[in-house]
């Protein structure tokens, strides 16, 4: 199947320092990812929608400044989080849908990123 | 948007058959019904997908009543590496469909 790849798979930084998350889809062309947050024992949090060549679409109470989406490519996707806070501390996760696979609805998930905020 | 409801938990044994039930009472026409799996720091894993009557695969079975109104993944023969939660997702399968995931069901198997 797909493969979606994310990079960090960890990272730590400082407060007010910023931090840049890739998704890739590593053997598909995907004009649109999609971006999540979880936090412990709860549930995928979808934040924006990243599309390619175009400004994301943000859900609702999710701060576009602060979480920089860019989709430079039909296989990358970054999401920066601007001057992090440890509130900012969470698993951010990216998903992807292969148009490739004809009548397949299955979007793919990275493995995730960890980001800790100290 | 669909919104599901499932239970927020459930426990089994080793070798038995686990079947979890979603609720999705206003899936559109268009919606398909797809259940993912997740364990700890990982990202979420395609078990399953469907729109209506049976579908099975290596890993799973998943039933959808006529009015589709709600569904029931089947998993035979858990073992405990089956602990994870278990999210079920209704939408349209449009590149730009967005998945909601809801609170998803926490399936703990014991030896």
């Known amino acids: 199947g797909a493969v979606v790849s994310q990079h960090p798979s960890w990272v730590i930084c400082k407060s007010g320092t910023s931090v840049k998350i890739e998704c890739r889809s590593l053997?598909?062309?995907?004009?649109?990812m999609f971006w999540y947050r979880q936090f412990p024992k709860q549930s995928l949090m979808l934040m924006a929608t990243?599309?390619?060549?175009?400004?994301?679409?943000?859900e609702q109470g999710v701060e576009k400044d602060k979480f920089l989406i860019n989709h430079a490519s039909l296989t990358l996707s970054t999401l920066t989080v601007t001057s992090a806070h440890p509130e900012d501390s969470s698993f951010y996760i990216c998903?992807?849908?292969?148009?490739?696979?004809?009548?397949?609805?299955?979007?793919?998930f990275g493995p995730g990123t960890r980001l800790t905020v100290t | 948007l669909a919104k599901t409801t499932q239970p927020i938990s459930m426990d089994s044994y080793e070798g038995q058959e686990v079947n979890i039930t979603c609720s999705h009472n206003?899936?559109?026409?268009?919606?398909?019904i797809t259940w993912y799996q997740q364990f700890p720091s990982q990202g979420p894993r395609f078990i399953i997908q469907?729109?209506?009557t049976k579908v099975t695969n290596e890993v799973a079975s998943l039933f959808i009543p006529a009015d589709r109104k709600s569904s029931t993944l089947s998993l035979p023969r858990v073992s405990l590496s089956d602990t994870a939660v278990y999210y079920c997702?209704?939408?349209?399968?449009?590149?730009?469909?967005?998945?909601?995931f809801g609170t998803g069901t926490l399936l703990a198997v014991q030896p």
């Open positions: 998903s992807a849908r292969d148009l490739g696979q004809g009548n397949s609805y299955e979007q793919y």
């Open positions: 053997d598909f062309q995907a004009t649109t």
């Open positions: 990243s599309n390619e060549g175009s400004k994301a679409t943000y």
């Open positions: 206003n899936i559109a026409t268009n919606d398909y």
């Open positions: 469907g729109y209506k």
């Open positions: 997702l209704v939408g349209y399968g449009g590149a730009t469909n967005k998945l909601i």
